[in-house]
């Protein structure tokens, strides 16, 4: 079945209120939570689909895909949807699913760092199971070409104005120096910096990734504004000021296609977030489970039951006598 975005209208009414509320507390102590919940939906649509599959821990059945090369140490925001679930738990128990709640989390995100809002597509349900060598495999790597970035998108059923607005994402959260170090000392084993990097902004990341960085050391995807959800990515990429080689492919690479739409998105914000919803909403809807597929997670972490018959939740009947 379709998704709906009235789907929880008569079941849950409070859902987005509460999701708001939740992600809002955070966010006053921790911005940069906006940016680790858009890119937690992206992670888990990207592998078996907007399933909640990225969330789920590893148990003797699951191999947690948070311990894929993409993710680990990089996924932050798992705590604050927990305090999301239990908060709609406490008001509409065994009614929302977790995929559900990160497709509304991607959008509240969008929001508060002042982007646009759209109406959530609803209705997904929980995984049974998690996919980690899937995530190796469908996440697409910081140091991907404009042809492998679009071969990746096209693999999801998404086209090249998809790619290049979902990008804008990078318009606020971080990244760790490894993910784009090669780019300041050795690229492509030149001995020198990435030809497409401005040569103030090496400078800059070359203080906050010296040779020996520590893994730890981060910089911001967009340096003009770092918190905010706006259209400067597209503009940083005109200056050669992209953070990741994915980012400034999408303006000089050599047989960029792509540069039209840079241009457009940089010119007119408007444009920018116009098709960012349509390519959000065109994400979510990635490989979904709906109807009688999978279940609706009492804990996000953990399915319901898993293959020894132990229940995810103590204090929650298992899905089979519930459906008794
Ligand atoms: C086009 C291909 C993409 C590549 C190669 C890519 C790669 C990356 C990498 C390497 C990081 C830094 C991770 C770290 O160092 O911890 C990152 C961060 C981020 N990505 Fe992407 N990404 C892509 C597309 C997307 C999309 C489609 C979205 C969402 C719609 C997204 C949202 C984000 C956000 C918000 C952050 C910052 C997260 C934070 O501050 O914790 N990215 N991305
Ligand atoms: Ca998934
Ligand atoms: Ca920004």
Sequence with gaps: ADLSSTYYDTTCPMLYSIVYRVINDAYITDPRIAANLIRLHFHDCFVQGCDGSVLLNNTDTIQSEQDAAPNVNSLRGLDVVNNIKTAVEDSCPETVSCADILAIAAEVGSVLGGGPSWSVLLGRRDSLTANRTLAETNLPAPHFTLYQLKQNFAAQGL????????????????????????????????????????????????????????????????????????????????????????DQELFSSSDADTTGLVNSFSSDQSVFFENFVVSMIKMGSISVLTEDEGEIRLQCNLVNEDSSGLVGVASKAPKQKLAA
Excluded: M, W
């Design 159 to 246: 086209n090249t104005s998809d790619l290049v607005s979902l990008s804008g994402a990078h318009t606020f959260g971080q990244a760790h120096c490894k993910n784009f170090i090669y780019r300041l000392y050795n690229f492509n084993y030149t001995g020198s910096a990435d030809p497409t990097l401005n040569s103030t902004y090496l400078k800059a990341l070359s203080e906050i990734c010296p040779v020996d960085a520590t893994e730890d050391n981060l910089a911001d995807l967009d340096l003009i504004t770092p918190n905010q959800f706006d259209n400067k990515y597209y503009s940083n990429l005109q200056y050669q000021n992209g953070l990741l080689q994915s």
